[in-house]
T-cell receptor, first 110, second 115 residues
Framework: QKEVEQNSGPLSVPEGAIASLNCTYSDRVSQSFFWYRQYSGKSPELIMSIYSNGDKEDGRFTAQLNKASQYVSLLIRDSQPSDSATYLCAVIGSNYQLIWGAGTKLIIKP | DAGVTQSPTHLIKTRGQQVTLRCSPKSGHDTVSWYQQALGQGPQFIFQYYEEEERQRGNFPDRFSGHQFPNYSSELNVNALLLGDSALYLC??????????????FGQGTRLTVV
């Protein structure tokens, strides 16, 4: 059973619209949550971290965490073609190990 | 401030051979984790080194081994290479382990192709 689930996509969003990426996790003890962006053939790049319930905003990115429902999401406002990438959700679980989702491929259409 | 550096960036090996990949963590970080990422998949955890010891290990065979040096740099060794070992190998550095683990920062990866 996978511990971190993401829709593999691809998720296609028009340029300028809001892209919404979702992730669910199974370990209720998890306390740390991360979103990474990965361009094809490149290594993952940390874009957001969130540790407490609610919203956290950084520029065009907003991470949302709901521990009761065990989901974390990433919103990208004013989507740009350069946002086209695979977005990986990662969670530090009860064994203090980063557990990864398989990633959602996001395509921003000009 | 140097980030995480990995070498080599690309490597082609023959089935049955052995390979060593290298990683230098971000300045100030003391923990190195290794991941294997197959095409279209998320990174799969191989193992983590902290204080020169393997602290955690994922579901990988003993053909995969590693080492951490006193300067926190690390090596990943894979013996008896199989075609299925072809992947992007990622090194991630972080500060601390256990409850104090911080977010991870990745090197550019080593693309290993086994033929």
């Amino acid at each position: 059973q996978k511990e971190v689930e993401q829709n593999s996509g691809p998720l296609s969003v028009p340029e300028g619209a809001i892209a919404s990426l979702n992730c669910t996790y199974s370990d209720r003890v998890s306390q740390s949550f991360f979103w990474y962006r990965q361009y094809s053939g490149k290594s993952p790049e940390l874009i957001m971290s969130i540790y407490s319930n609610g919203d956290k905003e950084d520029g065009r990115f907003t991470a949302q965490l709901n521990k009761a429902s065990q989901y974390v999401s990433l919103l990208i406002r004013d989507s740009q073609p350069s946002d086209s990438a695979t977005y990986l959700c990662a969670v530090i679980g009860s064994n203090y190990q980063l557990i990864w989702g398989a990633g959602t491929k996001l395509i921003i259409k000009p | 401030d140097a980030g995480v550096t990995q070498s080599p960036t690309h490597l082609i090996k023959t089935r049955g051979q052995q390979v060593t990949l290298r990683c230098s963590p971000k300045s100030g970080h003391d923990t190195v984790s290794w991941y294997q990422q197959a095409l279209g998949q998320g990174p799969q955890f191989i193992f983590q080194y902290y204080e020169e010891e393997e602290r955690q290990r994922g579901n990988f065979p003993d053909r995969f081994s590693g080492h951490q040096f006193p300067n926190y740099s690390s090596e990943l060794n894979v013996n008896a290479l199989l075609l299925g070992d072809s992947a992007l190998y990622l090194c991630a550095s972080s500060l601390g382990t256990g409850q104090g683990v911080s977010e991870a920062f990745f090197g550019q990866g080593t693309r290993l192709t086994v033929v």
